[in-house]
């Protein structure tokens, strides 16, 4: 049956969350984006609060570290972890992007040993707080391009490169680094590892300066020499011939079909924290937002809202579409592709929108507008950028590999 | 649901101070806060775990009330139900094999083909929505209604419109019409098309042909007299040539917008000829009303109960919703036909799709047509389940608008010099789509 509202059974947790938005983020939003790099003491308590709200979730609670796939079953739809992240998230960054990207143990390592972690590594790993390190100074969105490598000596892996951009690099308890095992082989032999934080030979060498999310800390990570132990690799340690190992490979980037949703919802959540801030202070100024025919013979003002409006709402189902699909074991790469898609360059455009419509009121520091639109402009970057997801889309469409559609 | 949101203010209160708490130089000096987040953590478990025992009660306590038993509440769902889906596969092969085939030579000729209008009514579409007591399926859905509007203009936009001006006006008297008014038009819809040779044909009239028209401060006006009412004024985008037997007429009277029941025949109702850039098989025209004298009942819905009483902004709505979906089926027609031909049309020595300007422009008409689509079906779920929908049918239709019609410039652009001639049908996407910025009325889910 098409039912496209927030189900009855997770309002209350998307209210939560809302509350959590405007009583916990809002407050100390501007803070922390002045203070980049410090902190935020007041996640501590928070966090604790949402380990509880999720662990007395009968469907199993929320978040990075629980993300997976469902399994397919027809007779029943399940609006589950997927969806209920997703709806949670948006609402919490409607709150504050950045803070919401530091909350203790929401990291995209999370979502990584929650997909394909064994029952072992799950029972070390599942409560760490687990930061994700792919990119590197020579390697960006070209994932299968990294030189950090992971040789075997025993039972350990010795890891040796040098990460950039990792959310939460610094605070996190581990980071899920990507390794190639063998330069030679490309994308079979890239693996994931788990290091813990304290690893000899691993070390946080500089927090990035950034446009937005500056509550979110974004490190730089050396590995040298750093010895791991092999049942920290993640997923099969097999490098089988080449089409078993791209095989392996496309395991890895299938997490993505779970996090890109999820980072859609944080545009969505951003976007709709402008779209509302801007309604209520065009109101002040005795401008309605009435949804009134015909829209042509309205202002232009009206008009850009309402398109701001449309689009945001287009993200926001495109996202909880993904969700669905995932919760209820529906493959939902390209879908998950044109959320990200949708929803990053929709937030970016509405948060920029909103500033050049409220002039100054938008572009100074006293309202939070021109904050997020710093803060957006990462969600059309990093999980993939812009152009990454219509290449994946294009290519899915126009059945194209990699090779043939560059 | 009040003490709900009350609780509601009081947790989101709870977490400002704990935040305050935590934050708290002393809580930190002190080493306070690891054993104040255990307490948050179990309070909040508790609390949580408490509110849903609670709904689970409350639910359990429907169950066994006087009351009809309660369903399920409803979760986020993408899924056809058999029915829709049956439907769904019947029309699109419809659309295929006897719509699309027509399309070319009737937008070239500007004309109806002959019997589209009859052959058409064996998919049944006008039936749906007439009560079972009258001869059709008593299934008035304004969701399968979008389904069957996509995929008809799936084949071809304009000739849909053709074929669905009918079905939308049994579509209106079914869900508005008063007792009296359903049982004398709508069994006139139900005849066996193989037996009876005429259709029964109707349409929408909304449009009127002036700059700046408003649905909401109509021209054509109605006045009450003994004998019933006089309706005056003129009406454009008229579908099929003057042939139809029945018209819907949207008028003001007494200060409010209505809908008028028009036989053609009346006397002083005229139409002509008025072709457009796009919709030029449907052949519309101008349709000119001048004082018409209406009986007693033609005003629609006159004497229903409250809950039956036409309502002009819905009746707007939907025929937006109409248009959109129609849109979709058209946009997804073109997205269709585009990846074939961008991935066997070669250029410097390789498929233009191995380009990323070719790439992206199809990757980004499947991001848009996704979300419209998901922008129109809640819109008309929310309608068929009652629930207020002005604001998502606005912003459908909003979207469509600027959505569709850049994939109708693009489906030319992407076929290049190819794309502006008749070889392809790119160039009558292109002129169809124009109209979702244009149109009022017209079409009812």
Same mark, same amino acid.
């Given at each position: 049956m098409i039912y496209l509202e927030v189900p009855k059974k997770l309002r209350m947790l998307v209210d939560q969350a809302r509350q959590t938005a405007d009583h916990v983020f809002r407050p100390i939003s501007r803070k922390y984006d002045r203070a980049e790099h410090d902190y935020p003491i007041e996640l501590d308590m928070f966090a604790a609060i949402m380990d509880g709200m999720n662990d007395a979730l009968v469907d199993g609670g929320a978040g990075s570290g629980k993300l997976r796939q469902g399994t397919k079953d027809s007779s029943q739809i399940q609006n589950g972890i997927n969806m209920t992240t997703v709806l949670g998230l948006a609402e919490l960054c409607r709150g504050d992007v950045g803070l919401s990207l530091t909350m203790p143990r929401q990291g995209l390592g999370n979502a990584a040993i929650a997909a394909v972690a064994n029952d072992e590594q799950l029972a070390r790993f599942g409560n760490k707080w687990a930061a994700m390190a792919i990119t590197e100074p020579g390697c960006g969105s070209d994932s299968a391009a990294v030189r950090t490598s992971a040789f075997k000596d025993g039972d350990d892996y010795i890891i040796n490169g040098e990460k950039i951009f990792v959310t939460a690099g610094e605070r996190a308890d581990a980071v899920v680094v990507w390794a190639t095992v063998d330069k030679n082989l490309g994308k079979a032999a890239i693996k994931s590892f788990v290091v813990e934080k304290g690893t000899p030979g691993m070390e946080v060498t500089r927090l990035e300066k950034k446009l937005g999310i500056k509550a979110s800390d974004t490190a730089s990570i050396s590995f040298n020499d750093c010895r791991v132990p092999r049942a920290n690799l993640l997923g099969s340690e097999e490098v089988s011939s080449s089409k078993g190992g791209e095989k392996g490979f496309a395991g890895v980037m299938q997490t993505f079909d779970n996090t890109r949703p999820v980072v859609a919802a944080m545009a969505v959540g951003v976007a709709t924290a402008s779209i509302e801030r801007t309604k209520e202070l065009l109101k002040e100024q005795g401008i309605d937002i009435d949804y009134k025919r015909p829209a042509k013979l309205g202002s232009q003002l009206k008009a850009e809202v309402y398109r701001m409006e449309a689009e945001l709402e287009a993200a926001r189902l495109l996202t909880i579409k993904a969700a669905w699909m995932a919760d209820n074991g529906q493959p939902n790469s390209i879908e998950a592709s044109i959320s990200k898609a949708k929803a990053g360059r929709v937030a970016n455009n509405i948060t920029l929108k909103c500033v050049e419509l409220l002039g100054t009121v938008g572009y100074c520091e006293d309202e939070l507008l021109e904050k997020w639109a710093r803060d957006s402009k990462i969600l059309d970057i990093f999980e993939g950028t812009q152009q990454i997801q219509q290449l994946i889309i294009a290519r899915r469409l126009l059945d194209k590999s990699s090779s043939e559609l560059k | 649901m009040a003490s709900?949101?009350?609780?509601?203010?009081?947790?989101?209160?709870?977490?400002?101070?704990?935040?305050?708490?935590?934050?708290?130089?002393?809580?930190?000096?002190?080493?306070?806060?690891?054993?104040?987040?255990?307490?948050?953590?179990?309070? $909040? =478990?508790?609390?949580?775990?408490?509110?849903?025992?609670?709904?689970?009660?409350?639910?359990?306590?429907?169950?066994?009330?006087?009351?009809?038993? +309660?369903?399920?509440?409803?979760?986020?769902?993408?899924?056809?139900? *058999?029915?829709?889906?049956?439907?769904?596969?019947?029309?699109?092969?419809?659309?295929?094999?006897?719509?699309?085939?027509?399309?070319?030579?009737?937008?070239?000729?500007?004309?109806?083909?002959?019997?589209?209008?009859?052959?058409?009514?064996?998919?049944?579409? @006008?039936?749906?929505?007439? /009560?079972?007591?009258?001869?059709?399926?008593?299934?008035?859905? +304004?969701?399968?209604?979008?389904?069957?509007?996509?995929?008809?203009?799936?084949?071809?936009?304009?000739?849909?419109?053709?074929?669905?001006?009918?079905?939308?006006?049994?579509?209106?008297?079914?869900?508005?019409?008063?007792?009296?008014?359903?049982?004398?038009?709508?069994?006139?819809?139900?005849?066996? +098309?193989? $037996? @009876?040779?005429?259709?029964?044909?109707?349409?929408?009239?909304?449009?009127?042909?002036?700059?700046?028209?408003?649905?909401?401060?109509?021209? $054509?006006?109605? =006045?009450?007299?003994?004998?019933?009412?006089?309706?005056?004024?003129?009406?454009?985008?008229? /579908?099929?040539?003057?042939?139809?037997?029945?018209?819907?007429?949207?008028?003001?009277? =007494?200060?409010?917008?209505?809908?008028?029941?028009?036989?053609?025949?009346?006397?002083?109702?005229?139409?002509?000829?008025? /072709?457009?850039?796009?919709?030029?098989?449907?052949?519309?025209?101008?349709?000119?009303?001048?004082?018409?004298?209406?009986?007693?009942?033609?005003?629609?819905?006159?004497? @229903?109960? +409250?809950?039956?009483?036409? @309502?002009?902004?819905?009746?707007? *709505?939907?025929?937006?919703?109409?248009?959109?979906?129609?849109?979709?089926? !058209? !946009?997804?027609?073109?997205?269709?036909?585009?990846?074939?031909?961008?991935?066997?049309?070669?250029?410097?020595?390789? /498929?233009?799709?191995?380009?990323?300007?070719?790439?992206?422009?199809?990757?980004?008409?499947?991001?848009?047509?996704?979300?419209?689509?998901?922008?129109v079906w809640k819109a008309a779920s929310r309608f068929e389940r009652g629930e207020e929908f002005h604001r998502d049918a606005f912003l459908a239709h909003h979207l469509c608008m600027e959505k569709s019609m850049e994939i109708g410039t693009n489906a030319v652009q992407l076929l290049g010099g190819h794309g502006f001639t008749k070889e392809h049908p790119a160039e009558r996407w292109y002129r169809d789509l124009r109209v979702l910025s244009v149109i009022n009325g017209g079409l009812q889910l």
């Amino acid at each position: 049956m098409i039912y496209l509202e927030v189900p009855k059974k997770l309002r209350m947790l998307v209210d939560q969350a809302r509350q959590t938005a405007d009583h916990v983020f809002r407050p100390i939003s501007r803070k922390y984006d002045r203070a980049e790099h410090d902190y935020p003491i007041e996640l501590d308590m928070f966090a604790a609060i949402m380990d509880g709200m999720n662990d007395a979730l009968v469907d199993g609670g929320a978040g990075s570290g629980k993300l997976r796939q469902g399994t397919k079953d027809s007779s029943q739809i399940q609006n589950g972890i997927n969806m209920t992240t997703v709806l949670g998230l948006a609402e919490l960054c409607r709150g504050d992007v950045g803070l919401s990207l530091t909350m203790p143990r929401q990291g995209l390592g999370n979502a990584a040993i929650a997909a394909v972690a064994n029952d072992e590594q799950l029972a070390r790993f599942g409560n760490k707080w687990a930061a994700m390190a792919i990119t590197e100074p020579g390697c960006g969105s070209d994932s299968a391009a990294v030189r950090t490598s992971a040789f075997k000596d025993g039972d350990d892996y010795i890891i040796n490169g040098e990460k950039i951009f990792v959310t939460a690099g610094e605070r996190a308890d581990a980071v899920v680094v990507w390794a190639t095992v063998d330069k030679n082989l490309g994308k079979a032999a890239i693996k994931s590892f788990v290091v813990e934080k304290g690893t000899p030979g691993m070390e946080v060498t500089r927090l990035e300066k950034k446009l937005g999310i500056k509550a979110s800390d974004t490190a730089s990570i050396s590995f040298n020499d750093c010895r791991v132990p092999r049942a920290n690799l993640l997923g099969s340690e097999e490098v089988s011939s080449s089409k078993g190992g791209e095989k392996g490979f496309a395991g890895v980037m299938q997490t993505f079909d779970n996090t890109r949703p999820v980072v859609a919802a944080m545009a969505v959540g951003v976007a709709t924290a402008s779209i509302e801030r801007t309604k209520e202070l065009l109101k002040e100024q005795g401008i309605d937002i009435d949804y009134k025919r015909p829209a042509k013979l309205g202002s232009q003002l009206k008009a850009e809202v309402y398109r701001m409006e449309a689009e945001l709402e287009a993200a926001r189902l495109l996202t909880i579409k993904a969700a669905w699909m995932a919760d209820n074991g529906q493959p939902n790469s390209i879908e998950a592709s044109i959320s990200k898609a949708k929803a990053g360059r929709v937030a970016n455009n509405i948060t920029l929108k909103c500033v050049e419509l409220l002039g100054t009121v938008g572009y100074c520091e006293d309202e939070l507008l021109e904050k997020w639109a710093r803060d957006s402009k990462i969600l059309d970057i990093f999980e993939g950028t812009q152009q990454i997801q219509q290449l994946i889309i294009a290519r899915r469409l126009l059945d194209k590999s990699s090779s043939e559609l560059k | 649901m009040a003490s709900f949101s009350f609780g509601m203010k009081l947790q989101g209160l709870a977490l400002g101070l704990a935040s305050r708490f935590a934050a708290h130089p002393l809580v930190q000096k002190y080493g306070l806060a690891k054993s104040a987040e255990k307490l948050a953590y179990i309070s $909040t =478990k508790k609390g949580f775990q408490l509110i849903q025992k609670g709904l689970a009660k409350k639910s359990l306590g429907n169950k066994n009330g006087i009351k009809a038993l +309660p369903s399920p509440p409803p979760l986020f769902d993408l899924t056809l139900s *058999d029915e829709q889906q049956m439907i769904r596969d019947s029309v699109k092969a419809y659309a295929e094999n006897n719509i699309r085939p027509l399309a070319l030579a009737a937008d070239e000729q500007a004309k109806l083909p002959e019997s589209l209008l009859q052959d058409s009514q064996e998919l049944g579409l @006008n039936y749906f929505s007439i /009560p079972e007591s009258l001869g059709g399926a008593g299934q008035l859905s +304004p969701m399968t209604s979008v389904l069957i509007a996509e995929d008809l203009a799936w084949g071809d936009f304009s000739l849909t419109f053709a074929i669905l001006a009918s079905t939308s006006v049994t579509n209106t008297l079914s869900r508005w019409g008063n007792k009296k008014q359903q049982a004398l038009w709508l069994p006139k819809f139900c005849a066996d +098309p193989s $037996t @009876n040779k005429e259709t029964f044909n109707a349409a929408i009239a909304v449009q009127e042909p002036q700059p700046l028209f408003n649905s909401d401060l109509l021209t $054509t006006s109605a =006045k009450q007299n003994k004998k019933g009412y006089v309706l005056n004024g003129t009406k454009s985008l008229v /579908p099929l040539a003057g042939t139809a037997n029945l018209y819907l007429v949207a008028a003001q009277f =007494k200060g409010k917008n209505e809908v008028f029941i028009v036989p053609a025949n009346a006397k002083g109702v005229s139409f002509k000829s008025s /072709p457009a850039m796009g919709l030029r098989s449907a052949e519309v025209g101008i349709l000119q009303f001048d004082k018409v004298q209406l009986d007693k009942d033609a005003l629609l819905g006159a004497g @229903n109960a +409250p809950y039956q009483q036409f @309502n002009y902004e819905n009746f707007i *709505d939907s025929s937006h919703l109409s248009w959109c979906a129609m849109a979709i089926g !058209c !946009c997804q027609s073109a997205l269709d036909y585009l990846i074939p031909y961008v991935n066997e049309r070669y250029a410097f020595g390789e /498929p233009i799709s191995h380009r990323q300007s070719v790439a992206f422009m199809i990757a980004n008409m499947k991001i848009e047509i996704e979300s419209m689509r998901l922008l129109v079906w809640k819109a008309a779920s929310r309608f068929e389940r009652g629930e207020e929908f002005h604001r998502d049918a606005f912003l459908a239709h909003h979207l469509c608008m600027e959505k569709s019609m850049e994939i109708g410039t693009n489906a030319v652009q992407l076929l290049g010099g190819h794309g502006f001639t008749k070889e392809h049908p790119a160039e009558r996407w292109y002129r169809d789509l124009r109209v979702l910025s244009v149109i009022n009325g017209g079409l009812q889910l």
